[in-house]
C-alpha cells in the first residue's frame, strides 16, 4: 500500500493500490456501451445494399406496367378488327368491348346499336380473324341493341273519341311462330337435296306485305349453290310453307381455319377437324380437297411453305388421302383453310 500520511491542502488521499486506483471507472473519451474502434460500412457498400433494394422493388413494377401495355394492345387490336367490321355509317356502330381469358382460349364481349341484326356468317369470320391476329382461340359474344335511324316523329296527339272494336287481324307474331315452325320442317327436308352436306342455319325476315317474306338458308359447304339448286330449295319451301317466299343461300366452311402451335405442329383442334375427312373419302372416294394458303408477308413466306408442307403430307400420310386429288392455292385470307368437293364419281 503507498503512504496515505501525506495529504495536500486538507484533501484526503484515496489510499490505494496504484493498480486499482482506476479500476471499474469508464476510460476518458469512451461512450458507455460503445468501442471507440467500432467498424462502420463503406460507403460504396451502402451504395451496393441500397441498389440493391430497389431493383428488388422495381420488379413487380415493371411486370405490372409490361402487362397493361400488352392488355392495351390487345384491347386496341380487338376494338379496331370490330370496328372494321362493324362500324357503319347510319347501320350500326360498336358501342362497349370486354376481353377475357377462359380455358385458353379469348372471349370477346362487345355490343353494337344497330338498325340490322348481324348474322352469322359474318360473326364467325370476325372470330376466324380475331384467331388468326391474336394468336390464340377467340370466341365473340355480341350484344345487339336495335336502334332506329333518323329522326323520330312526334307522338300524335291522343284523340278522346274510342273507335268501335274491331276483330284482330293476324299479327307478326303470330305470323312469325306459325312459319319458323314450318321454316325448320323445311330445313331439314332440304337436306336430302345437298347430301352429305349439312343446312348450318335456317332463318326468316318479315317485311309488309307487298314484299315477298325472305329466307336465308346457310349450308355447311365450300362451294356456293347455283341457280338451279337456289329453284329447288325455293319449291321445297314453299310448297311446306305455302307462302310465296325470296330464297338466299349462304355458305359457311366445312372446316374451321388451320392452325399451327409454336412448336410449328397442327394443334389439336385442327387435327380433330381434319379426322372427319378419313370417313368422307372413303365414302366419296373422288372427292377433291384445297389447302388455300394464308396471306403472308415475305418475311413469313417460308414458315407458311413449310406449314403447308406438312400440311399435305399428314393428309396423304395420315388420312390416306391421294395425292392427286390434293391442290394448293393462294387464298386472300389471314388463315389458312382446307376446302374440299364431295365427288363419289
Known amino acids: 500500500w503507498p503512504d496515505c500520511s501525506g495529504m495536500v ?4 488521499s ?5 493498480s486499482r486506483r482506476n479500476g471499474g471507472r469508464i476510460p476518458t473519451g469512451t461512450v458507455a456501451g460503445f468501442d471507440r474502434n467500432t467498424h462502420r460500412y463503406p460507403i460504396r457498400r451502402r451504395f451496393q445494399i441500397l441498389g440493391t433494394m430497389l431493383v428488388i422493388i422495381s ?3 415493371v411486370i405490372t406496367l409490361l402487362t397493361d401495355i400488352r ?3 390487345l384491347t386496341s387490336l380487338v376494338e379496331s378488327v370490330l370496328r372494321e367490321h362493324l362500324n357503319s355509317p347510319n347501320q350500326s356502330r360498336v358501342t362497349n368491348v370486354a376481353i377475357d381469358s377462359k380455358d385458353k382460349q379469348m372471349v370477346v364481349t362487345a355490343s353494337i346499336n344497330t338498325i340490322t341484326y348481324v348474322g352469322r356468317e359474318i360473326l364467325r369470320k370476325i372470330e376466324e380473324e380475331l ?3 391474336i394468336g390464340k382461340p377467340t370466341q365473340l359474344e355480341l350484344e345487339q341493341v336495335i336502334v332506329r335511324s333518323g329522326a323520330v316523329d312526334p307522338t300524335p296527339a291522343i284523340r278522346t273519341a274510342i273507335a268501335p272494336a274491331k276483330p284482330a287481324p293476324e299479327t307478326l307474331t303470330t305470323l312469325k311462330d306459325k312459319s319458323i315452325r314450318q321454316l325448320n320442317e323445311s330445313c331439314r327436308e ?9 343446312v348450318g342455319d335456317c332463318s326468316i325476315t318479315f317485311s309488309d306485305k307487298k314484299k315477298p317474306i325472305t329466307v336465308t338458308v346457310s349450308i355447311v359447304r365450300d362451294y356456293p349453290a347455283n341457280q338451279q339448286e337456289i329453284s329447288w330449295l325455293t319449291t321445297v319451301i314453299e310448297k311446306k310453307t305455302g307462302e310465296s317466299l325470296e330464297l338466299k343461300v349462304t355458305t359457311l366452311p366445312i372446316l374451321p381455319p388451320i392452325n399451327f402451335t409454336g412448336k410449328n405442329q397442327l394443334d389439336q383442334n385442327s387435327l380433330n377437324a381434319l379426322t372427319s375427312l378419313k370417313q368422307k373419302f372413303t365414302d366419296w372416294p373422288v372427292s377433291e380437297l384445297t389447302i388455300v394458303k394464308p396471306v403472308a408477308s415475305r418475311r413469313a413466306a417460308p414458315k407458311i411453305k413449310k406449314h403447308v408442307s406438312d400440311l399435305k403430307e399428314y393428309l396423304i400420310k395420315e388420312l390416306l388421302i391421294p395425292e392427286k386429288q390434293i391442290t394448293v392455292v393462294q387464298g386472300d385470307e389471314k388463315v389458312m383453310r382446307v376446302k374440299v368437293v364431295f365427288k363419289n364419281k
Open 190 to 198: 332440304i337436306e336430302s337435296f345437298i347430301t352429305p352436306y349439312k
Open 9 to 12: 491542502a486538507g484533501i484526503k
Open 131 to 133: 384467331t388468326a391476329d
Open 14 to 18: 484515496e489510499c490505494r493500490p496504484d
Open 71 to 73: 392488355r392495351v394492345k
Open 59 to 61: 420488379i413487380p413494377l
